[in-house]
């Protein structure tokens, strides 16, 4: 069965927030349909990557000390002791440390691609998409972008 061509249509407007024209784009474009696992997958890999994981305490192995037993086994009237670097003594390394880590993911570069064009299909499908003619400033102020924003309705100044 073959599927017609599915066009997304766009207003375009200019600064003042008028209507243009109108832009017609092909679904197959952005590969025809939202790919919800991939986005899904794309998103826990950018926060993962943003993880840093750094957190670290010395276990026995990396305390400075001797391995060398304390005192003998038997015959002092102490309890038993071995070394330094035990966790039971103060200075010593801590049983079950923490080690740093490393929390970064990756993806393959073609399902990174279908990510960011299901994340751009799914904007177009939803109509959160506005497109501007052009933009430009004499001199970069947020007074006057803001004014556009306003023309646009997309931000309210209050």
Do not use: C, W
């Not at 600064?15 to 024209?21: L, M, P, R, S």
């Not at 991939?38 to 993880?51: E, G, W």
């Not at 080690?99 to 399902?111: E, G, L, N, T, V």
């Not at 939803?126 to 306003?150: A, E, Q």
């Amino acid at each position: 069965m073959i599927r017609d061509k599915v066009m997304i249509n766009l207003t375009v407007y200019n600064k003042d927030g008028q209507e243009v024209e109108s832009l017609k784009i092909d679904e197959s474009v952005f590969g025809g349909k939202v790919r919800y696992s991939l986005l899904k997958q794309a998103i826990v890999m950018y926060h993962a990557n943003k993880r840093v994981g750094t957190t670290t305490t010395k276990n026995r192995s990396m305390v400075a000390g001797s391995t060398r037993k304390i005192y003998r086994q038997k015959h002092t009237g102490f309890a038993r002791a071995g070394t330094v670097r035990t966790g039971k003594r103060v200075g010593g390394g801590v049983t079950f440390a923490k080690i740093a880590r490393d929390f970064s993911q990756r993806m393959p570069k073609k399902q990174r691609r279908l990510a960011r064009d299901s994340a751009i299909l799914a904007k177009l499908l939803s109509n959160n998409v506005v497109v501007l003619d052009g933009l430009s400033f004499d001199k970069p102020r947020t007074k006057d972008f803001v004014g556009i924003l306003n023309n646009l309705k997309i931000f309210t100044n209050q």
